[in-house]
């Protein structure tokens, strides 16, 4: 393989990653060349394997993508409202760094499940990274009012004041979630499931106009999904779309081509075919 043809994702932990899959089948149905890989990094490690790998491209994941936006030369104005970056682009021998998290969540919600977020009350558990490289997709998606809740409350405030909008945008730590009320939309960007350890949230904080969304996806997302469902929430969805849609664009910025995402997501998801058909 070409080095010029080379991307990778890098991360830890990185074995259980989809995102080679999903550009394999990207890669087939576009007919385009490539060779995408997973690598374990950690803080300490990330730019060096970075250099070494040789990629074009790259994604970054868990917890590397504020050491990914530190190292761009060059970012998107996206990718600095998040303060992180999950894909690199390869400017010469420097990088360029953009943030398709958001847009691909906004993507899997609106036109893969039909939730309409214009005008809703948003709840946004957790203030870490991938809480905010959700954050501003959201608001530009029109959501009335989005409260930030975290474990640590110092979290929260920064990442409100960093989306600049007083009023729209609220801070609270998690002893305030009984008295917020009923959300439209409730979001679990926290980490805190992947331990298998939820945090006890109210019931009173959905209904049965209510979805909820959990960023992590399979084992991950199921305790969260089990108390939304329990909740009332009609929609109960895990990350799966998201990872779908932020891969493609992902890819289009990589290779100037927007793959289908929804046989990709039908396949992973276990009603397709289209990731086991062979090369
Ligand atoms: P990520 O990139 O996944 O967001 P992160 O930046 O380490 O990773 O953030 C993890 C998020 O999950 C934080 O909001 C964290 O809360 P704190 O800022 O208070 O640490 C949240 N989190 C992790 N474990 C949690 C738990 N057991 N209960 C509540 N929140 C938790």
């Known amino acids: 393989m070409p080095m010029g043809k080379r991307y990778a994702v890098f991360g830890t932990p990185i074995s259980h990653s989809q995102s080679p899959r999903i550009h394999a089948a990207f890669a087939r149905q576009t007919?385009?060349?490539?060779?995408?890989?997973?690598?374990?990094?950690?803080?300490d490690d990330f730019a060096a394997k970075l250099a070494a790998s040789g990629a074009q491209g790259a994604n970054v994941t868990l917890p590397l993508k504020e050491d990914a936006f530190a190292l761009c030369r060059e970012t998107s104005e996206r990718a600095r409202r998040a303060g992180a970056v999950n894909t690199l682009i390869r400017d010469g021998d420097g990088w360029r760094g953009d943030n398709t998290d958001g847009l691909g969540l906004v993507r899997d919600l609106t036109e893969r499940h039909g939730l309409d977020l214009r005008e809703r009350r948003v709840l946004l558990l957790g203030a870490g990274g991938a809480a905010r490289?959700?954050?501003?997709?959201?608001?530009?998606?029109?959501?009335?009012?989005?409260f930030v809740v975290n474990r640590t409350p110092e979290r929260a405030d920064a990442l409100a004041d960093a989306m600049g909008e007083p009023g729209r945008?609220?801070?609270?730590?998690?002893?305030?979630?009984?008295?917020?009320g009923e959300f439209d939309l409730l979001v679990n960007?926290?980490?805190?499931?992947?331990g298998g350890a939820l945090p006890p949230l109210p019931m009173a904080l959905a209904g049965l106009r209510s979805a909820a969304v959990d960023l992590s996806y399979g084992e991950a997302a199921v305790?969260?999904?089990?108390w939304a469902r329990a909740a009332?929430?009609?929609?109960?969805?895990?990350?799966?779309?998201?990872?779908?849609?932020?891969?493609?664009?992902?890819?289009?910025?990589?290779?100037?081509?927007?793959?289908?995402?929804d046989p990709v997501y039908a396949a992973l998801n276990g009603q397709g075919d289209a990731l086991v058909t062979a090369d």
């Open 31 to 43: 007919g385009i060349e490539l060779d995408y890989v997973s690598i374990e990094a950690g803080h």
């Open 133 to 146: 490289g959700v954050a501003p997709a959201l608001l530009d998606a029109g959501i009335s009012a989005l």
């Open 169 to 180: 945008v609220h801070a609270r730590g998690w002893d305030a979630l009984p008295a917020l």
């Open 189 to 194: 960007a926290t980490s805190a499931t992947r």
């Open 223 to 226: 305790a969260f999904l089990a």
């Open 232 to 261: 009332g929430c009609t929609h109960a969805m895990d990350g799966l779309g998201m990872l779908v849609e932020q891969a493609a664009e992902s890819f289009l910025l990589w290779h100037g081509v927007r793959p289908e995402t």
